[in-house]
C-alpha cells in the first residue's frame, strides 16, 4: 500500500509549539487564531469549530485531550499500512517462483494498483454520505482478507486475485484516513498529525524487510502474508471506537446526505483498467504493445476529467495545482526510486541488502520534512516551502545517477536521497494540509479521492515512461511495480538506462516547482466544488 501519501517523528515531538493564541498551522489566511474564535465560513475549515462530535480544538496537540485515542488509533493503522508494504515486497519474489508465476508476477503489482485507484474513488463518495468508519471498517477488512487469499493461494492466479482484494481494501483505507484527518482535527493540528504519519514509517522502513527476509527464510514466505492480519487487531482496537466517537456518520448531518454518484464508479472503472494496460504497455517494449497502450491511454483520457478537478492538467491555481503537485512530486520520485537499487547492484556491485540500506535513510528524512512544514512559524510561508520542497526532490533525483562514474562514491546516492526524501516529506503533506483546506466539510472525501488518484495514477504513469526509456537505451524490460530487469543478464544494462530514467525524472520534478508556485494556500477558500466541475478551477 506504500505511496507517498501514507509515509506522511514521534508524534508527540512533532506537535506544534502551544503558542499565546494557537497559529493555524494550515495556513489558508496565515493569522493567528484564538481558541475562542468562532467558526469560519462554511467550507472554510477555519476556527477550531466543533469536529463531529469531537469537540472544540483549544490549546494542546494530537497526543492530548479529546484527540489522543484517536491519534495513537490512526498512526497504529498507518504504521500497519507501512509494515505491510515494506515487508511484502520483500517476500514476492520467493512467492512468484514457488508458485510459478514469474511470468504472471506484473500482475501481482499491478492488479493491486488497479484495484486501489477503484476503492480510492469508492471511498470518497462512501465518506462523504455516511462518514468514514465504514469504508475504514470495509478497507481493512478487505485487506486482511486479500492478505490471507494470497497467503493460501495454490497458484498465481489466486495470489494475484488476493493482491487485487487487497489494493481494494488499500484504496478504501488511505481515503478514509484523510477524511477523518479533515473532520475531526482543526486545521492548526493537521499538519501535526501529517508528521506523524511520515514518522510511522520509518521503523517499518528498516525493520520490514529485514523482519520479512528473515520469516522467508525460516519459516517460508505465507507466514509473511499471513501473519500481517493478526497485526490488523490492534488499529482495529484503537482506532475505530475512537472515529465512531468523533466522526462517525456525515460532516453535517441537518443537511441532505450527498446522492451516491454511481456515474462517477464507470470512469473509476475505466481508470483502473487503463492504467493497468498503460502499465503492461510500458512492461512489454514490443510493437504488439502498441494495441493495448492506445486503449489504455484511451480509457484515461476518458475517465481522469471526471475523477479530478477541472484544470488539474494546466495546474490551475488552487486545489486542481494541489492535486497536479501530488501527481508530478509522487510519479517522478517514486520512478526514480525504483531505479536506485538496481543502479547500486548492477553498475558499482552491491549486494541487494546494502542497496537497499543506501536509500533508507530516507525514510528519517522524509519524516524530517514533514516536521518541517508542521512547524507554526513556517505556516504562512507555505507556498514558497513546497516549492522549496519540489526543488530538493529534483536534486536529489539529479544527483543519484552521478554514481554511474566509478570515481563518485556510492554513499553519494545515500546522500542524495535523503536530500530528495527531505523534500518529498515537505511537499506531500503540504500538498494533503492545503487539499484539506481548500475542501468544505462535506466534499473532504472526494477531494481527498482525488488527491490520492492524482498521486497513484502518477506511479503507474511515471513508471511505464521509465520503464520504457530504460528498455529503450539497452537496459532491458521493467517488471512490476517499478521493479527492472534487465533483459540479458543485470550486468549488462548500459549506463545510459539508468541516466535517461533519472533525467526524465528530474525534468518531471523540475516543473514540479512551477507547479508549485500555482497551490494557493492564502486566502479562504471560494464556494465548494465537487472534483470535476468547472467551478474547481480557480485562475
Known amino acids: 500500500m506504500e505511496t507517498p501519501e501514507s509515509r506522511d517523528a514521534d508524534v508527540a515531538a512533532f506537535e506544534p509549539a502551544e503558542l499565546p493564541g494557537p497559529f493555524d498551522t494550515a495556513a489558508v489566511s496565515g493569522t493567528p487564531e484564538l481558541p475562542g474564535d468562532a467558526p469560519g465560513p462554511a467550507g472554510s475549515g477555519a476556527g477550531d469549530a466543533p469536529q463531529a462530535g469531537g469537540g472544540r480544538g483549544g490549546g494542546g496537540g494530537v497526543l492530548r485531550g479529546p484527540y489522543r485515542a484517536l491519534s495513537v488509533g490512526i498512526v497504529s493503522v498507518v504504521l500497519l499500512i507501512a509494515f505491510e508494504a515494506t515487508a511484502v515486497g520483500t517476500a514476492m519474489p520467493v512467492a512468484a517462483r514457488e508458485l510459478h508465476g514469474i511470468p504472471l508476477y506484473a500482475f501481482a503489482f499491478s492488479a493491486y494498483f488497479a484495484t486501489s485507484l477503484f476503492g480510492m474513488v469508492l471511498a470518497g463518495q462512501w465518506a462523504d454520505r455516511a462518514g468514514p468508519l465504514a469504508p475504514l471498517t470495509a478497507g481493512i477488512g478487505m485487506f486482511a482478507a486479500g492478505l490471507l487469499v494470497a497467503g493460501t493461494a495454490s497458484g498465481m492466479w489466486v495470489f494475484v ?17 484523510y477524511v477523518v484527518v479533515g473532520r475531526v482535527y482543526p486545521r492548526r493540528l493537521r499538519p501535526s498529525i501529517m508528521a506523524a504519519f511520515a514518522a510511522a514509517w520509518v521503523v517499518p522502513s528498516v525493520v520490514g524487510p529485514l523482519a520479512a527476509g528473515t520469516v522467508t527464510e525460516q519459516l517460508g514466505w505465507r507466514w509473511v502474508f499471513l501473519g500481517i492480519p493478526v497485526l490488523i487487531v490492534l488499529p482495529l482496537a484503537l482506532a475505530l471506537p475512537a472515529i465512531r466517537r468523533t466522526a462517525a456518520g456525515r460532516a453535517d448531518p441537518r443537511a441532505p446526505a450527498p446522492r451516491f454518484d454511481r456515474r462517477r464508479l464507470v470512469p473509476a472503472l475505466a481508470l483502473s483498467a487503463g492504467a493497468t494496460l498503460l502499465q503492461y504497455a510500458g512492461e512489454d517494449l514490443r510493437w504488439v504493445s502498441l494495441v493495448p497502450g492506445v486503449a489504455g491511454a484511451a480509457l484515461l483520457g476518458a475517465a481522469v476529467p471526471r475523477l479530478l478537478p477541472a484544470g488539474t492538467w494546466r495546474a490551475a491555481r488552487g486545489l486542481p495545482a494541489v492535486v497536479a503537485l501530488r501527481g508530478v512530486a509522487a510519479g517522478a520520485f517514486v520512478a526514480a526510486e525504483s531505479f536506485v537499487p538496481l543502479m547500486l547492484v548492477t553498475r558499482r556491485g552491491l549486494s541487494p541488502a546494502m542497496a537497499g540500506l543506501s536509500i533508507a535513510v530516507g525514510g528519517a528524512t522524509w519524516a524530517l520534512g514533514s516536521y518541517v512544514q508542521s512547524r507554526p512559524r513556517l505556516q504562512p510561508r507555505r507556498e514558497p516551502l513546497t516549492a522549496l520542497g519540489m526543488v530538493l526532490v529534483t536534486l536529489g533525483i539529479a544527483i543519484a545517477p552521478a554514481v554511474l562514474f566509478r570515481a563518485v562514491p556510492v554513499w553519494a546516492v545515500a546522500v542524495a536521497w535523503a536530500v530528495g526524501c527531505l523534500g518529498m516529506g515537505i511537499v506531500v503533506s503540504s500538498t494533503s494540509v492545503v487539499a484539506l ?7 473532504v472525501g472526494a477531494n481527498s479521492s482525488a488527491l490520492q488518484i492524482s498521486d497513484g495514477l502518477s506511479n503507474v504513469l511515471m513508471l511505464a515512461v521509465g520503464g520504457a526509456a530504460f528498455g529503450v537505451f539497452g537496459g532491458g524490460a521493467v517488471g512490476a511495480g517499478g521493479a527492472p530487469v534487465a533483459a540479458s543478464g543485470a550486468a549488462g544494462s548500459h549506463p545510459a538506462a539508468f541516466a535517461s530514467v533519472f533525467v526524465l525524472m528530474a525534468a518531471v520534478a523540475l516543473g ?11 486566502g479562504p477558500p471560494g464556494p465548494p466544488r465537487r472534483p470535476g466541475t468547472r467551478g474547481a478551477a480557480r485562475m
Open 512 to 522: 514540479g516547482v512551477w507547479v508549485a508556485t500555482r497551490v494557493r494556500a492564502g
Open 437 to 443: 483546506s481548500l475542501s468544505a466539510p462535506e466534499e
Open 161 to 177: 486475485l488476493g493482491r487485487g482484494v487487497q489494493g481494494l481494501g488499500g484504496g478504501l483505507v488511505i481515503v478514509a484516513l
